[in-house]
Each structure stands twice: as structure tokens, then as C-alpha cells.
């Protein structure tokens, strides 16, 4: 196989055709022919020079000398324990890679087997993993990924110019997965920080780090898409760039030479590369780690909703239009967003004047808000759109969700039906309004064709018909007699603690 410079200019392999469509010595659909030299009709005509819009590939060696002092390789170690073994680990499929290339095998990789194995008495630190961080001030601080120190005992940061430091881990947050670690030394080349808001698709991107241990490797490619939605808190960056294990940590790079991201996840099936890598902003890793340097931790805003995707079909039975917003399935009991009134089935439409266009984006303004702040949320209720005042409170650890305990109170016979729809109806009974925290609504006790092609079973309960609040059948019966039999109906109901919209479509 041949293999041939990747910057190597068009210019060079350009045909003698191309040369004369070029220059405009060859006119193509003349009156000469098809394909044929200037007729005389055209011979006086000034010939104007085509300029060819040809670019190279870049060339990313003076951005390597400019970050490459910058990034830094990361081992951890873990204290031995005599009665603990680990089985096999990723450190195996490394040593096989350099056994098969007769790579020399990185310090710090050593085979995952018992601890007896390792050569360490109890209490000594073994080899424990790699990673990749980069300089964020001359005075030693280093920003890596949380999943990088994540359970190690002691951090072995090692510079470009081979020197080693112990490191002292200031701070982590797993939720972002931001790190900063802090060595004692100075006069180190700091990263200059880019501007995420600038990065653009199929911008090219640079990243250096140490995959399998391999220290100093870059690798280049294009970012993909922005804003992937795979965590709560991060809109990541999706690129084609080449990252492997022991890249983790590591800077994304734009071609002036800033930090645009932290490589972080990969998607992959078989643990390696895949053309699929994410990097998360550096604007959100820049925000985490402030906080993380003035108070060793991260504090988040929360106002206890849970929220869900607004529908393209609801959107437009609801009259709300466009699918935006994040629709509230449900209100923690005394939480902000339960005294500043929202309810089941409002959709937030704005956080502190800010457009929600995905549910994913208010978790992420709530959680940037600073706990005890008075904030201000646009919400969708029932056709129209109110202002709620709501004061933020600070994000506790995450707790295993809870769920609604089926209601033991014996079911009342249906006292009701809405045919055309599919529904059996009963009222609730005073238990049930007190459990399910309602004033009012009717229980489904069978739900048939257009009601269950909508989703709708038995025990849910409609709290609002057609962006109408019901307090019992009488109200449904009168909602759905004021609408036309033929179109879609928008149902809000509870099921359990949650709430949630379904369309049904009455049968014709």
C-alpha cells in the first residue's frame, strides 16, 4: 500500500484539462461545438482568468509546538490490599498492543491480575490507570477528566519534558466528569481557552494525549455536531477525532491553537475508536472548575420538576405550535417549583428569560443558577402563558426515584363513557384526590381503540380534556361535546406521580 501526504495540495494533480477550463482556454457549449475552442464571435472577447478555489489540508505543526508543552500524561496508583484481587482489565489488551508491534511497553502498565502478581506487599501503590490533562495556570494547576482520578490513591502527573510530579487532586465532579489536580512546580505553558460559541461544524480539531499510555499523540479530525445531548448537564461536542483509552483528559484544540473541549467519551463497541468521540465544552469545564478552585465542589440550582420532551403531535393539539418547551410530568411535594405553583402538565417555556427550545436545556439553566437566586419561569398552561416566581434551591445527591404505591381503596363501578373515544370514566373518590395531590378529575376504568391506541389505560386519571380542566365526568362530557367529533382531543392525565399528554383520534 501506498501511502501519501495527507496535506498534499490538488494544485499539484491537476489535469492539463483542468489547467485550460482554468484559464478559460476551453469553452464549454460554444457555438463551435459542444466542447470546442472560441469561436470568432468570441475571439475579441477579454479572456478573465478563473481563479481555482483550491485549499489544502492544514498543517498542524506549529499548533503541536504551541499546546504540546501544555498537556500532560496522568497515572494513578492504588494502595495494594493483601485480601483484594482484580481480575482482568484493560491493561492486558495494552500490553498485548505493544507485545504485537514491539512497541516498548509505557511506565506505569502492568497486567490487572491478583495483587501477589503485581510484585507489591500490601499498602504499596500499584499501577492503576492512564489519562491526560492540560496546564490551566503556570503555578501547576491541571484540568483532567473526574473519571481519570476517579478512586486513586496517588497521581503521577509527568510534563512533555519528562519530569514527574506527585499531584494533589483539588476538586471533582462527576456529573460534568471535570477534574483539577494541583503539582507543585512553576513557570509552566498555560492553554489559552477558545470560545465554544465560535466552533463550528466541520471546523477542523486537533487533540493530544497519551492513548494506551502512549504519550504525546495527536491526532486530528472535524467536529461532527455541537450540543449532543448525552448527559443532564452537558451539551457535548462530537467529533471524528481519534481517541483511545488513556486519552481521556486531554485538550480538543481549534486550529488558532485554543482549548475548545476535554476529550471525554467515546462511542465504541469493541472499547476502542469507532470514528464517534465526544469532548465536553470548554466553557462548561471552565465554569465546574472555577467553583471546584474557590470551594473544593460544585453547587447546582434545582426547583423539583420532573420534565419530559414536548411532542411535535401535542405541541399542535395543545396549540402551543412549535415542540419547544420542557413538558413537568411531575412536582416534588414542598420543592420551589410546587410553591411557585407550577402543576402537572405545564410546559416551561423560559428559565429567567432564557428560551427552553428542549427539555434538556432547563435542567442545564437551573443547574448553572446559583441556589437561593429569585428567578423567573414562562410556562404553557391550558392555551395561554403565565410568569411563576420561583426561588432556587441547591441540587441535593442524586436519590433513587420513588413510586406511587398502587391505591388500595376499592375501585367505584364506571359511572360514565365517552364512546367515540374509548373510554370508560369513573369520579374519584375523596382518597384518591388526596393521594394523587388533585382537586379534581375522573379515573379511567377501561380504556378501548382510539384511547388505547393513544396510550391511555386503566387507572390513569384525566385531569384536563381538550386544554380544559375537568373536576369529574359532568366537565368531560361537556368539553368533548363542544369539539369537533372528527379532530384529534388532547387528554392531560396522571399516572401515578406523573404526568403526561396523549392525542387520541376519535374514530370516524
Not at 414542598?334 to 410553591?339: D, L
Not at 379515573?443 to 385531569?463: F, K, M, N, Q, Y
Request: glycine share 12%.
Amino acid at each position: 500500500m501506498t501511502l501519501r501526504p495527507l496535506n498534499r495540495s490538488l494544485r499539484s494533480v491537476r489535469s492539463p484539462l483542468m489547467a485550460l477550463l482554468c484559464t478559460g482556454a476551453l469553452v464549454v457549449g460554444g457555438s463551435a461545438g459542444w466542447m470546442g475552442l472560441p469561436t470568432a464571435a468570441h475571439a475579441q472577447a477579454p479572456v478573465v482568468p478563473v481563479a481555482p478555489s483550491v485549499r489544502g489540508l492544514p498543517d498542524f505543526t506549529d499548533l503541536v509546538d504551541v499546546v504540546g508543552p501544555s498537556v500532560v500524561n496522568i497515572r494513578t496508583l492504588e494502595r495494594a490490599n493483601a485480601n483484594a484481587e482484580a481480575g482482568p482489565g484493560a491493561d492486558e489488551q495494552m500490553l498485548e498492543f505493544f507485545r504485537r508491534f514491539g512497541i516498548p511497553v509505557p511506565p506505569g502498565l502492568t497486567p490487572r491480575g491478583p495483587r501477589a502478581e503485581r510484585g507489591g506487599p500490601p499498602g504499596e501503590a500499584q499501577p492503576r490507570g492512564v489519562g491526560s490533562g492540560f496546564v490551566l495556570s503556570a503555578d501547576g494547576l491541571i484540568m483532567t477528566n473526574a473519571h481519570v482520578v476517579d478512586g486513586a490513591d496517588e497521581l503521577i502527573v509527568t510534563l512533555p519534558d519528562k519530569r514527574e510530579f506527585k499531584a494533589r487532586l483539588v476538586g471533582a465532579d462527576k456529573r460534568t466528569d471535570v477534574a483539577v489536580v494541583k503539582i507543585e512546580a512553576t513557570g509552566l505553558t498555560a492553554v489559552k481557552i477558545g470560545d465554544v460559541n465560535r466552533l463550528r461544524v466541520g471546523e477542523w480539531v486537533m487533540a493530544i494525549g497519551s492513548p494506551f499510555g502512549l504519550e504525546n499523540t495527536v491526532t486530528a479530525g472535524i467536529v461532527s455536531a455541537k450540543k449532543r445531548d448525552t448527559g443532564d448537564f452537558l451539551p457535548f461536542i462530537q467529533t471524528d477525532v481519534a481517541i483511545n483509552p488513556g486519552n481521556s483528559g486531554g485538550p480538543l484544540i481549534n486550529m488558532r491553537g485554543e482549548v475548545v473541549g476535554i476529550n471525554s467519551q467515546i462511542y465504541s463497541r469493541s472499547g476502542g475508536f469507532q470514528g464517534i468521540s465526544f469532548a465536553i465544552p470548554i466553557d462548561e469545564a471552565v465554569r465546574v472548575s472555577d467553583q471546584i478552585r474557590t470551594t473544593g465542589r460544585v453547587t447546582r440550582g434545582r426547583i423539583g420538576v420532573q420534565i419530559d420532551q414536548v411532542s411535535k403531535e401535542v405541541a399542535e393539539s395543545i396549540g402551543l405550535g412549535q415542540p419547544k418547551g420542557a413538558l413537568v410530568r411531575g412536582v416534588e411535594p414542598n420543592s420551589p417549583a410546587a410553591k411557585a405553583g407550577v402543576e402537572p402538565g405545564d410546559i416551561i417555556l423560559k428559565f429567567d428569560g432564557k428560551e427552553i427550545d428542549r427539555s434538556v436545556d432547563l435542567p442545564r439553566l437551573v443547574g448553572n443558577t446559583q441556589p437561593g437566586n429569585k428567578s423567573t419561569m414562562t410556562v404553557f398552561r391550558r392555551g395561554s402563558q403565565r410568569d411563576l416566581a420561583v426561588t432556587v434551591a441547591e441540587l441535593e445527591p442524586e436519590q433513587p426515584q420513588r413510586r406511587a404505591a398502587a391505591p388500595d381503596t376499592p375501585k367505584p363501578p364506571a359511572a360514565g363513557a365517552a364512546p367515540a373515544l374509548g373510554l370508560n370514566l369513573a369520579e374519584l373518590t375523596a382518597a384518591e384526590k388526596t393521594e394523587l395531590n388533585v382537586k379534581g378529575g375522573v379515573r379511567v376504568t377501561s380504556a378501548e381503540g382510539p384511547a388505547a391506541r393513544a396510550g391511555l389505560r386503566e387507572g390513569d386519571v384525566i385531569v384536563a380534556v381538550a386544554n380544559v380542566e375537568v373536576a369529574n365526568i359532568k366537565d368531560v362530557e361537556a368539553a368533548l361535546s363542544r369539539l369537533d367529533k372528527s379532530r384529534p382531543v388532547n387528554v392531560l392525565f396522571r399516572r401515578g406521580e406523573w404526568a403526561q399528554y396523549a392525542v387520541i383520534r376519535p374514530v370516524r
